[in-house]
């Protein structure tokens, strides 16, 4: 198990390390556990790219919706709880500890862990240019069905592709757009061909806009 405290530098580069091929806290939807992430640090801390995505990701849903948010736990501890860390020997590593209660030996063997862990994790990344996106795709009137608007997005498979959480989104005269987060590997996935694709479904989709495009 591995508590993490996000009020510091280490929790901020746990967290994006966290992120990095994840687009929410706890599997592919909005949950209680990115509230409770959330609401533990600061828009000022959101200045790395993953964590920065998320954030105000999170932010762009108001306090009733974030209310209704499945109640899900996250893989890691925010400086009280207890949750399980996923399998994976790098993550093995305690980072949060409390100050006030460590004596010099301890904080001199957690600063140890903390200088092996982020050494590990740096031999071991490989950069790869990618891209964080949310999709509006806009249906042809109020009769369309949505949920089978979505299915049909989400039957697209490409190599470099990884489909995100999605919400819908009220234009006008009870007619609603998709928005639907994704993150591509440049190199792989052309954007330009992503948006032809799903436009092919022309029995649901009338159009199909570039919402946000953030580099990661």
């Known amino acids: 198990m591995a508590a993490v405290d996000l009020k510091t530098p280490q929790g901020i580069q746990f967290l994006e390390d966290y992120l ?22 600061q828009a000022s801390q959101a200045k790395t790219p993953n964590v920065l995505r998320w954030y105000n990701h999170i932010k762009s849903y108001s306090d009733n919706e974030r209310a209704q948010f499945p109640n899900k736990k996250a893989s ?12 994976d020997d790098d ?12 004596d010099e030996e301890a904080e001199r063997i957690r600063q140890e862990r903390l200088k092996a862990y982020s050494e590990k ?15 509006d795709v806009k249906p042809w009137d109020d009769e369309t069905d949505m949920k089978q608007l979505e299915t049909q997005v989400r039957t697209i498979i490409m190599d470099g592709l990884v489909w995100g959480a999605s919400k819908l989104v009220e234009i006008a005269f009870g ?19 992503l948006v032809e694709t799903i436009q092919e479904f022309e029995d649901f989709v009338q159009s199909v806009d570039i919402a946000a495009f953030n580099k990661i």
Request: proline share 2%; glycine share 4%; aromatic share 6%.
């Open 20 to 41: 990095r091929a994840k687009s929410y806290i706890v599997g592919y939807e909005p949950s209680k556990a990115d509230v409770e992430t959330f609401s533990s640090i």
């Open 76 to 87: 890691f501890d925010i400086a009280s709880g207890s949750t399980a860390q996923p399998a």
């Open 91 to 102: 993550d093995d590593v305690d980072l949060f500890g409390s100050d006030d209660e460590e």
């Open 121 to 135: 994790k740096a031999t071991k990344k490989t950069v790869i240019a990618k891209s964080s996106i949310v999709l």
């Open 175 to 193: 007619i609603k757009k998709l928005q639907i987060m994704c993150i591509v590997e440049d190199d792989k996935v052309s954007v330009d061909a």
